[in-house]
């Protein structure tokens, strides 16, 4: 049942962007977290070693970034709310067992603060390249759900969503932050109320419970290990036992509500925010640090007098589909700003199909793009 908790008050404080997604995952009531060190990520699991101790609850550093997502998924079959925190290289390695969450429906947080790459790249510096990877980074079809903060506050606010989408829909969540957001400062004097979620728990007796029931909808209830409750888990196509099947009249409707609880729940899932898009002539659309930016640059370009609106995506996946093609019907064009070569401007060209033009103002070398290079690219649409 959800509850609402809200932060205490407190004194203003300049507070770092890992920092207050640590708080967010205290405040969502995180049980358990697992992790390995990596840049830009590791102020996080700072945290989480200093605070997860003192409120009984458990902190681990495991040998590497695979058994740090095993971990997390054991930690939520047996009851607790986990997460572990990572960047490019770490969450490379964690795709298999996101996979698995994802099959087995174990509710998991992961969050990927993002720096320059491929592969050891440069540590220290922002990008925004693990977009796609996050979306399609496990092998075979599958749905997710990916978070982007691109402020402190949002930060806190997003990963207690995180949890909460986790919790509510039985899936593993991305919160995919970058390393200007994580390691920027800003003043918080306080951060909002926020609903807290739990999941379902059976109220069947246990000789009469099936993890995987498509009859109960589109999220059964899930028992925790140690309650009294047997069950079977496996990657494998499986039945609503958790036994493995090659049965097609067992596995496509699994399959169906897998996706289902997702596709069928994007009013709830998905979270934009919009600044003059209604009469907007171009749109820009951004988000995570690179938001900033084009926010400045819109700005600018309305004090020139132009009609530019901005919409920040705060779910990458599942995208705003139906808005995008709102919007593709009424505005001149878009312009995406993000720091990779176009990864979400592939997507909004399909949505777009023609109806409105495309462009594009990328950055994949660790620096930010500038208010300016944005303004430049809107002065010549």
């Not at 926010?295 to 009609?307: F, L, W």
């Not at 060209?349 to 109806?355: M, N």
Request: hydrophobic share 45%; aromatic share 8%; net charge negative.
């Amino acid at each position: 049942m959800p509850t609402t908790i809200k932060q205490p008050k407190q004194s203003a404080r300049f507070m770092q962007g890992n920092e207050a997604i640590a708080e967010g995952a205290l405040a969502a009531g995180i049980g358990f977290f697992a992790a390995y060190p990596i840049t830009p990520a590791n102020e996080i699991s700072e945290a989480m070693a200093r605070e997860l101790p003192a409120r009984g609850a458990v902190f681990i550093q495991m040998e590497d970034e695979i058994a740090s997502m095993a971990a997390v998924i054991g930690a939520s079959l047996g009851g607790l709310k986990a997460a572990t925190a990572t960047s490019g290289p770490g969450f490379s390695l964690m795709q298999e067992q996101i996979g698995y969450a994802v099959a087995t429906e174990i509710p998991s947080v992961v969050i990927d603060v993002q720096r320059a790459g491929p592969s050891t790249g440069q540590p220290t510096f922002g990008a925004q390249g693990d977009v796609m990877q996050a979306r399609w980074g496990t092998h075979g079809d599958h749905p997710i759900i990916v978070l982007s903060p691109s402020s402190v506050s949002e930060c806190f606010a997003l990963t207690v969503r995180a949890f909460n989408l986790a919790e509510k829909y039985r899936t593993p969540v991305i919160l995919l932050a970058d390393e200007v957001v994580g390691h920027m400062r800003e003043r918080v004097s306080e951060f909002p109320v926020m609903e807290v979620v739990s999941r379902a728990r059976p109220e069947v007796h246990p000789e009469w419970y099936f993890p995987y029931d498509n009859d109960l909808g589109d999220v059964p209830p899930l028992a925790a290990f140690g309650d009294g409750y047997r069950y079977h888990v496996t990657g494998l196509f499986h039945d609503k036992s958790g036994f493995p099947t090659q049965r097609i009249d067992e596995i496509d409707p699994w399959f169906e509500r897998l996706f289902h609880k997702i596709e069928g729940n994007t009013d709830d899932i998905v979270e934009v925010s919009e600044e003059g898009t209604r009469e907007a002539e171009i749109v820009l659309v951004s988000y995570g640090a690179a938001a900033r930016s084009a926010r400045h640059a819109m700005k600018m370009a309305a004090a020139d007098g132009k009609r530019v609106g901005l919409l920040k995506l705060k779910t990458l996946w599942p995208l705003p589909e139906d808005r995008i093609k709102e919007l593709a019907r009424s505005a001149k064009g878009f312009i995406v700003v993000e720091m990779n070569r176009g990864q979400v401007r592939l997507d909004i060209e399909r949505l777009a199909a023609g109806r409105a033009a495309v462009e594009g103002v990328h950055r994949f070398d660790g620096e930010m793009i500038s208010p300016t290079s944005v303004l430049k690219a809107i002065e010549e649409f």
